[in-house]
């Protein structure tokens, strides 16, 4: 059992955050790359099917289970952190090391649970390792994003276990399976728990919130993890849920206003991840083969070329310590590499042909067409253009082009974050140019040809009117040093009220318990010392002789220990 646990590719992740601080610190760098490189190689040589059970209480816990669907996410997320590990090469924290390599064992425990209780445990341990990514940068905002990050998690992690349970009460099996579309209390906590780390609107500001205070190389994990592992738990239980639908096309336009309107480089990155989830949660919501397709192989594009980009905000970061467009500007021929690599995603995201995301946001788009919702068509084409607008023109533009608005020095920044940035790079033209690398292991044979003449020039004219309109709107597009507020306003301004009433009003009612069930213990206490000096009211009893003060509290000490015993047992019989 030991060794077929180590078949399981979490587990070797996991285990490798424990191996790591027993190495050498030179070689933990190495290392961090090898356990991914293992987990990798072993999650291709598994057969499909439920491989490995236990048995916990009356429950068969399905360990690790494979599929077309589990195998395509766990490819990605096992890719993206070798890629995230060497790009992380050259930083020696252990702390960020082992939580990286934990968080993503947890996103691939995820991906290979067959059940339920596996999966809520995987889903706690993303929560909690990648919290310490945010923590990690050591800034007065980074540990008050942080904690909101948690809090956030914790929460939605409480829904989804609530609603498991729920689900399990109310006759519902234990294993991963889609769930019937009825808005049950089980199954509507399990999509609220599950929508939280999709950020999904309103449910989504955590993400603006945290990501642009992760750690350089901390963000490269959390941009391509969480929500992705969300969007794989979506796809697993409520494909064809008709809210998605809806839910779908308000991120991704949600998204784009956001990323327009921001001035932090990895916060425009961040509200594109929730637009970009937008066009997968649509396609979850349609929920036909080919949408579904779409949405397994628009996560597999989004996390390559969103953990580029990330990487060349961290770039430029790492090079000038700043992060603001309305700081940076003009230092274009400083960097040439980390700018073309930066553009290659960009024009990735946008959906240019050639590059990865266009084999795979027009074949959801191509769904959603398919599915006779010409509005949604629009919506996700509008949406296309903001992109290109937000992340394939404003962002680059305004931080390596144009006129530098503040002084900074721009330093060297270690070879092997060029790497990474430039394997990332390499998969995202590569899956552009051979599509087939990736369709012939969706979940759902695939006929959908993206080079037709049709998509060619509709997405050319996309990309050409987006950039005519940005380049007479670029001097009215936001770049100044200020703030956008979104929806966490609403429950970031009563956060006294909401503390007084679930924080301190239950602190003082416990206190006030605690010092009642104190002081009845003090009393019984000395009760207990000699009753029979309080049935006679006094020193002595009813022929005048002093009551005895010794001799009765042994026994009676006894009996109180017995009685107790007894609570004790019962309870423990009671719970198990």
């Given at each position: 059992m030991i060794v077929e646990l180590f078949t399981i590719p979490a587990l070797i992740l996991i285990a490798g955050a424990f191996i790591l601080p027993l190495l050498p610190r030179q070689t933990r760098g190495t290392a961090f790359i090898l356990f991914p490189t293992i987990a990798l190689g072993i999650l291709w040589m598994l057969p499909e099917g439920s491989l490995l059970q236990a048995t916990l209480a009356n429950y068969?816990?399905?360990?690790?289970?494979?599929?077309?669907?589990?195998?395509?996410?766990?490819?990605?997320?096992?890719?993206?952190?070798?890629?995230?590990?060497?790009y992380a090469l050259h930083m020696k924290e252990l702390g960020q090391q082992t939580s990286a390599l934990a968080y993503a064992g947890g996103a691939l425990g995820v991906t290979f649970a067959g059940d339920f209780f596996t999966l809520i445990v995987y889903w706690e341990i993303m929560a909690v390792t990648s919290s310490y990514l945010i923590w990690a940068r050591r800034t007065?905002?980074?540990?008050?994003?942080?904690?909101?990050?948690?809090?956030?998690?914790?929460?939605?992690?409480?829904?989804l276990l609530s609603g498991i349970l729920l689900h399990l009460s109310e006759g519902g099996s234990l294993l991963l399976s889609p769930l019937a579309p009825e808005y049950t209390p089980s199954s509507t906590l399990i999509l609220i728990g599950v929508a939280i780390n999709s950020a999904i609107p309103p449910l989504h500001a955590w993400l603006a919130d945290a990501y642009p205070k992760a750690t350089i190389t901390g963000a490269v994990f959390m941009c391509a993890l969480t929500t992705k592992s969300a969007v794989y738990v979506l796809i697993r239980l409520f494909p064809g849920w008709d809210i998605l639908i809806w839910a779908g096309l308000v991120m991704a336009i949600w998204g784009t206003i956001y990323a327009l309107l921001a001035n932090d480089i990895r916060e425009i990155l961040a509200y594109s991840i929730i637009s970009q989830i937008g066009y997968m949660v649509t396609g979850i919501g349609i929920g036909t083969e080919m949408a579904l397709n779409g949405a397994a192989a628009h996560a597999f594009s989004h996390i390559l070329y969103k953990s580029l980009l990330f990487m060349g905000a961290g770039a430029v970061m790492y090079a000038t310590g700043k992060n603001k467009l309305s700081e940076l500007g003009g230092f274009a021929k400083k960097m040439p590499l980390v700018v073309i690599l930066y553009i290659i995603g960009g024009l990735a995201i946008s959906g240019a042909p050639l590059f990865n995301g266009f084999i795979s946001k027009s074949m959801i788009i191509s769904a959603v067409g398919n599915a006779h919702m010409e509005t949604a068509t629009i919506i996700l084409l509008l949406a296309s253009i903001g992109t290109f607008l937000h992340t394939g023109l404003k962002?680059?533009?305004?931080?390596?082009?144009?006129?530098?608005?503040?002084?900074?020095?721009?330093?060297?920044?270690?070879?092997?974050?060029?790497?990474?940035?430039?394997?990332?790079?390499?998969?995202?033209?590569?899956?552009?140019?051979?599509?087939?690398l990736l369709y012939n292991h969706l979940p759902y044979p695939v006929a959908y040809h993206p080079y037709t003449a049709y998509h060619l020039v509709e997405m050319t004219q996309i990309l050409i009117f987006g950039f005519i309109g940005f380049w007479f709107l670029k001097?009215?597009?936001?770049?100044?040093?200020n703030i956008s507020l979104d929806l966490d306003w609403f429950y970031r301004r009563p956060a006294h009220l909401v503390r007084?009433?679930?924080?301190?009003?239950?602190?003082?009612?416990?206190?006030?318990?605690?010092?009642?069930?104190?002081?009845?213990?003090?009393?019984?206490s000395r009760i207990s010392r000699n009753p029979r000096k309080y049935?006679?009211?006094?020193?002595?009893?009813?022929?005048?002789?002093?009551?005895?003060?010794?001799?009765?509290?042994?026994?009676?000490?006894?009996?109180?220990a017995f009685i107790l015993l007894g609570f004790i047992v019962v309870a423990l019989f009671v719970l198990i």
């Open positions: 068969e816990l399905h360990l690790l289970k494979v599929d077309a669907l589990s195998r395509i996410f766990g490819t990605i997320f096992a890719l993206i952190t070798i890629v995230g590990g060497i007065e905002d980074s540990d008050k994003a942080g904690m909101r990050y948690i809090l956030v998690h914790a929460f939605g992690g409480g829904l962002l680059p533009y305004f931080t390596w082009f144009g006129q530098a608005k503040s002084e900074f020095a721009v330093s060297k920044i270690p070879i092997n974050m060029k790497i990474a940035m430039g394997i990332a790079a390499f998969f995202c033209v590569l899956f552009g140019i051979f599509p087939s001097d009215k597009l936001n770049t100044a040093p007084a009433i679930f924080v301190q009003l239950p602190d003082r009612i416990f206190a006030v318990a605690e010092n009642i069930m104190l002081d009845t213990a003090q009393k019984i049935l006679y009211y006094g020193d002595t009893d009813s022929t005048g002789q002093p009551v005895k003060t010794d001799g009765f509290t042994t026994p009676i000490h006894t009996a109180m």
